[in-house]
């Protein structure tokens, strides 16, 4: 009869470490959980811990949106830009020319 191995843990992160990965303050981390923005896992004593799978997802949103946010400001900062648009790729945000 062969036996399953037993699925690898999923890595926990600490509230310090996501907020190290966003560079922000680790209470700023706690809101987010609170707010529903990312789920938390409680510990026995309490305290949050993080799925890495889940924070590496909400970090690459983030970075896109930051992307298309930094994108458009430049769009908005460049003279008679009704010519281009913003096309979001996977991973990255290009500005191309309309018809082309």
């Known amino acids: ?13 600490t509230p310090s470490e996501v907020a190290a990965m966003f560079r922000v303050n680790p ?13 938390a896992i409680r510990t026995l004593g309490g305290h949050r811990r993080f ?3 889940e924070i590496r997802k909400f970090l690459a949103q983030v ?6 946010a ?3 400001a430049q769009l908005r900062l460049q003279p ?8 979001l790729h996977p991973g990255c945000v ?5 018809g082309g």
């Open 51 to 53: 799925r890495a799978s």
């Open 80 to 87: 008679r830009h009704d010519h281009l648009r913003l096309r």
């Open 63 to 68: 970075d896109d949106a930051h992307h298309a």
């Open 1 to 13: 009869m062969p036996q399953n191995p037993a699925p690898e843990p999923e890595q926990l992160l």
């Open 94 to 98: 290009r500005v191309e020319r309309e």
């Open 27 to 39: 209470k700023t981390v706690t809101r987010w959980a609170r707010a529903g923005k990312i789920s």
């Open 70 to 72: 930094r994108a458009y």
